[in-house]
């Protein structure tokens, strides 16, 4: 009788206990890593943050999150050059109020002191270090790579963390800005930063069209989703998804 009662007891915890379980769990870790290096001007910074900013507040991004299983997703948000600086440390997000006041940090806190090369091993390496910290157990971990030029400092190439990336089960999608003479880093990107499973970039055409570009992709990413397959589909708005 006492054992059946100890059974029955458990039961009834692991009962009870079940739908908390399952709340503690998110469909995906994302850290996006933002290059501040010193190709951003003034002005391009400003449209990069706000532009974020935006994005974050957005309706499409809100209803991304609420399609997923969980409707829950975690996010941190680096911003790098030669080193890397932690704007947003993990942030569970179940809905608009958590997405406001994300908004309002991007807003409010003023540019990080981190260099002026461009460092995208090191982001990378930062990126990872982060996701080993995430709080709920995901689904799936994404890195998303934005900026506007190639590596030139750091140790750690990018192909190199892509790969250790890769190996734990992460993927990298990238965000690469063109824009004049630097009309090559979106091939640099496909070629050296993304990796993992479905994989993708969206170009931004110029810092103007970042705040698109990066709509697309946290929609895509949030909803696990890819982009289409046809270039000439997906040139909507300012951003190109390839």
Same mark, same amino acid.
């Given at each position: 009788?006492?054992?059946?009662?100890?059974?029955?007891?458990?039961?009834?915890?692991?009962?009870?206990?079940?739908?908390?379980?399952?709340?503690?769990?998110?469909?995906?870790?994302?850290?996006?890593?933002? $290059? +501040?290096?010193?190709?951003?001007?003034?002005?391009?910074?400003? /449209?990069?943050?706000?532009? %974020? &900013? @935006?994005?974050?507040?957005?309706?499409?991004?809100?209803?991304?999150?609420?399609?997923?299983?969980?409707?829950?997703?975690?996010?941190?948000?680096?911003?790098?050059?030669?080193?890397?600086?932690?704007?947003?440390?993990?942030?569970?997000?179940?809905?608009?109020?958590?997405?406001?006041?994300?908004?309002?940090?991007?807003?409010?806190?003023?540019?990080?002191?981190?260099?002026?090369?461009? $460092? +995208?091993?090191?982001?990378?390496?930062?990126?990872?270090?982060? /996701?080993?910290?995430?709080? %709920? &157990? @995901?689904?799936?971990?994404?890195?998303?790579?934005?900026?506007?030029?190639?590596?030139?400092?750091?140790?750690?190439?990018?192909?190199?963390?892509?790969?250790?990336?890769?190996?734990?089960?992460?993927?990298?999608?990238?965000?690469?800005?063109?824009?004049?003479?630097?009309?090559?880093?979106?091939?640099?990107?496909?070629?050296?930063?993304?990796?993992?499973?479905?994989?993708?970039?969206?170009?931004?055409?110029?810092?103007?069209?970042?705040?698109?570009?990066?709509?697309?992709?946290?929609? %895509?990413?949030?909803?696990?989703?890819?982009?289409?397959?046809?270039?000439?589909?997906?040139?909507?708005?300012?951003?190109?998804?390839?």
């Amino acid at each position: 009788m006492v054992t059946r009662f100890v059974h029955a007891t458990a039961l009834l915890c692991w009962m009870l206990a079940a739908p908390h379980l399952a709340a503690a769990q998110a469909d995906l870790a994302l850290v996006l890593a933002v $290059d +501040v290096s010193s190709s951003v001007n003034e002005d391009r910074f400003k /449209l990069q943050r706000e532009g %974020l &900013a @935006a994005v974050l507040e957005s309706r499409e991004v809100l209803g991304a999150i609420a399609s997923g299983p969980h409707q829950t997703i975690e996010l941190a948000v680096l911003e790098w050059s030669e080193e890397q600086k932690v704007l947003v440390d993990w942030t569970i997000i179940r809905g608009e109020a958590e997405l406001n006041h994300l908004g309002q940090i991007l807003w409010t806190t003023p540019r990080p002191l981190v260099g002026f090369k461009t $460092d +995208v091993g090191g982001a990378m390496k930062k990126a990872i270090s982060l /996701l080993d910290t995430v709080p %709920l &157990a @995901a689904d799936r971990k994404v890195i998303d790579v934005s900026g506007d030029g190639e590596q030139n400092a750091g140790k750690l190439r990018a192909e190199q963390m892509r790969d250790a990336a890769v190996a734990k089960d992460i993927t990298i999608n990238g965000l690469p800005i063109t824009s004049g003479d630097e009309s090559e880093v979106d091939r640099w990107y496909r070629e050296h930063v993304i990796g993992g499973v479905r994989a993708f970039l969206v170009v931004a055409n110029g810092h103007d069209a970042f705040r698109e570009a990066m709509r697309q992709k946290l929609v %895509l990413e949030i909803a696990d989703l890819t982009p289409p397959a046809r270039l000439a589909a997906a040139r909507q708005r300012g951003g190109r998804e390839e």
